[in-house]
Each structure stands twice: as structure tokens, then as C-alpha cells.
Nanobody, 122 residues
């Protein structure tokens, strides 16, 4: 079984910073793209940032220049450094990974973490 476990969410004042982490565990073969998505109350889940195994990144326009995605391939972990946070960044943040796992043979699938709440408020 494969699990993605997020950590690092919480309450922060506008202008503050948070760092989210997501570690993948289980019988993992290769991890391709990893990313962060978020869902605010009453809204659809949206892409925040993605990163390929080679380190190529992609960001939503709303977070460019404020958020930085990175990954440690040796630890199967992806990070999201969030600076200059705004109230509109308040959402549940979900980690996503496109990977192969071993179950008698190798299979490819897409996995989600359970989500971590980020609240930006004074």
C-alpha cells in the first residue's frame, strides 16, 4: 500500500510563512510528478504547484513569486514553502503523486494525501 502523509499546516497571520511537507511511503518504485493542490470551502480543488522528477516546476498564477515547491527524491518527499500568505490562501492543501508501486509487479497510479488545513487570518 502507498500512503502520502502531509504535515505543516496551521494558523498564520497575513504576511506570514508556512512550510508544508508530504512524504510518500510504501512499496514505491518510481515517483514521477508530485504536486500540491488546495480546496477552499465552496470551491473546486485547484492546482497550486507541481514538480517533475527532474525538478521542473509549474505554479498557479496566484502563488507565483510567493510559493516554492521542491522535492527530495531520496526521501520521497515534496515540500511547499509558502511566504507572504494572504487570507485567500486559506484552504485544505492536498499532496498528489504520480508513481509506480510494487504489488507482485509494478503498477502506476495517482495518489492523494489526506489534506492539511492552512488558515491565514489575523
Amino acid at each position: 500500500q502507498v500512503q502520502l502523509v502531509e504535515s505543516g499546516g496551521g494558523l498564520v497571520q497575513p504576511g506570514g510563512s508556512l512550510r508544508l511537507s508530504c512524504a510518500a511511503s510504501g512499496s514505491i518504485g518510481s515517483i514521477y510528478a508530485m504536486g500540491w493542490y488546495r480546496q477552499a470551502p465552496g470551491k473546486q480543488r485547484e492546482l497550486v504547484a507541481t514538480i517533475t522528477s527532474g525538478g521542473r516546476t509549474n505554479y498557479a498564477d496566484s502563488v507565483k513569486g510567493r510559493f516554492t515547491i521542491s522535492r527530495d527524491n531520496a526521501k520521497n518527499t515534496v515540500y511547499l514553502q509558502m511566504n507572504s500568505l494572504k487570507p485567500e490562501d486559506t484552504a485544505v492543501y492536498y499532496c498528489n503523486a504520480d508513481l509506480t508501486y510494487y504489488s507482485g509487479s509494478y503498477y502506476r497510479n495517482n495518489y492523494w494525501g489526506q489534506g492539511t488545513q492552512v488558515t491565514v487570518s489575523s
